[in-house]
């Protein structure tokens, strides 16, 4: 009988440590990104888990002709480390012998190893499965699991606690029309617009929460900001004094996920040419007053009342930049009536919520705020807008039993991530993207 004792054996050598082995014949394995024929040589990329990394073909060295490999093979490769100036890593690997793994049995649809994709949006995500390959497009996914990793490392040095809380429900969160329906077994049963009543429900459990799951929201509007199915970055943390310290929280995790970026991710940084925002400090304006503000200075008038305009956004991350030099804005003490129900009003002024939307770079990448804890309260508030808080007893159960003081936020994870990358379309930093057209790759 065979015993599996967990040691992966390594049988090739890791590609980040090829410079310890200048002099040396090494194998490792990778797929051909690229050959470049040139006079009386090749130059082959191996595109490796993270890296590319620079061949020589020359039959003065292989044992096999060229015409062997193909790009996009897949290869277990042997070859010489020598040094060379000239390559970006300091050194190249002379090809000695090569084992085809996997060759392709059909021509690229489309060209994926020039430094960009230069193709429409529509091709590249039709083509996702081999556009992802090119070298700059999976970097966008690579810095999207720092953003992620960054997140966990700073928040569980906060002592929150990861949840993974269900994606099948019985009620919506957020209200509105934007709610897939599905049929349970006969009957109905929804998909989870935002983790909100679990990651409250988990405050009454360990006080600092939070979850990094995908949401599904019926958007029917085509539009460079919306998926219908996206990640959320939420948390929820208890015993908080007020909204601000929510803010709070996330102005260091988003510093300290830069901070993170800037360490780990150097290579995906530099190969995006990211311009990384300062941040020390956020500005926080209220909504109202921001409205005012952008009316004055752009001289526009104030058409809705309760929400921004697309434009306005951009229009006030234009002004706030100019006035203090931060890519980030607050926008705080929302309209009531624009707030979902749990949303904890300002008791100065109940037609405002004690809630915010965090904007980079002139596009809302956050919202959050703080919850109503109270029972009645929260009875009373789905009474007036005529809710049935019977459906939502499993909810209510928190409010019932005791509940702290608490609020979180909700971030856009490829929202977040096109705004960092200067994107157009958040459907560059989504993986696989869900919309009205698209359900396939
Ligand atoms: P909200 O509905 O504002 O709040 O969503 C929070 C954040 O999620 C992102 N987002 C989207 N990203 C891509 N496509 C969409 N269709 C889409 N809709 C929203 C945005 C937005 O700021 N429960 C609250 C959060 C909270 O208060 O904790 C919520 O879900 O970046």
Not at 126 to 143: M, S
Not at 255 to 270: D, M, R, S, W
Not at 306 to 314: A, C, V
């Given at each position: ?13 890791q ?29 082959v990329?191996?595109r ?5 990394v620079q ?44 084992e ?14 020039n430094?960009c994709?230069?193709t ?5 995500l ?20 720092g953003?992620?990793?960054?997140i966990?490392?700073?928040l ?19 209200g ?17 617009q ?5 990651k409250?429900m988990?405050?009454?459990?360990y ?7 995908p ?39 988003l ?33 109202t007053e ?13 058409t809705?009342l ?9 229009l ?5 930049k100019?006035?203090?030099?931060s ?6 003490h ?21 809630s ?8 809302e ?9 109270n ?13 049935n ?29 096109s ?5 157009t ?12 057209k698209?359900?396939?790759?």
């Open positions: 009988m065979n015993k599996i004792n967990g040691n992966l054996k390594q049988r090739f050598v590609p980040e440590e090829l410079y310890s082995f200048i002099g040396k014949v090494v194998t490792l394995q990778g797929s051909v990104y690229k050959i470049r024929l040139m006079s009386g040589f090749a130059f990329i191996l490796t888990k993270r890296s590319m061949c020589i073909y020359s039959q003065e060295f292989a044992c096999f002709p060229l015409e062997n490999i193909k790009e996009e093979a897949c290869l277990i490769l042997t070859g010489e480390v020598v040094a060379e100036e000239r390559s970006k890593t300091g050194y190249e690997l002379r090809m000695l012998d090569v085809v793994l996997s060759s392709p049995v059909e021509e690229s649809p489309v060209v994926i190893n430094k994709m230069e429409s949006l529509e091709t590249l039709d083509f996702r499965p081999i556009t992802l390959r090119n070298e700059k497009e999976r970097a966008i996914f690579k810095l999207q699991e953003i992620c990793r960054g966990r490392q700073f569980t040095a906060q002592q929150f606690t990861e949840i993974h809380s269900p994606k099948l429900v019985y009620a919506g969160a957020e509105g029309a934007n709610i897939f329906k599905l049929d349970y077994f006969g009957g109905e049963a929804f998909l989870a935002s983790p909100q009543f679990y409250q988990m405050v009454g459990v006080e600092r929460v939070f979850e990094i799951a949401v599904y929201r019926a958007e029917k509007h085509d539009t460079s900001r919306h998926l219908n199915e996206y990640i959320s970055v939420d948390f929820e943390m208890g015993y908080i004094e007020g909204f601000e310290d929510i803010m709070q929280m996330e102005t260091k995790l510093f300290e996920i830069l901070e993170f970026l800037k360490t780990e991710y150097t290579f995906e940084l530099k190969l995006l040419n990211v311009k990384l925002p300062a941040i020390t400090e956020i500005p926080a304006i209220a909504f921001a409205k005012q503000l952008i009316a004055q200075e752009y001289n526009r008038a104030i809705d309760e929400d921004f305009e697309p434009e306005e956004e951009k006030l991350y234009e002004l706030i100019k006035k203090t030099g890519e980030f804005v607050f926008v705080t929302y309209p009531s009536k624009k707030r979902p129900f749990y949303a904890m009003e300002d008791q100065e002024n109940p037609d405002v919520t004690l915010f939307d965090l904007l980079f770079r002139g596009l990448i956050t919202t959050g705020g703080q919850r109503i804890h029972y009645e309260e929260q009875l009373n508030k789905m009474k007036r807008r005529g809710m808080p019977e459906a939502f007893e499993s909810y209510l159960m928190i409010h019932k039993h005791g509940m702290p003081p608490h609020g979180g936020l909700g971030l856009g994870l490829e929202r977040f991530t705004r960092l990358l200067e994107q379309n958040v459907r560059y930093s989504s993986l696989f993207p869900r919309d009205m698209r359900l396939v790759p």
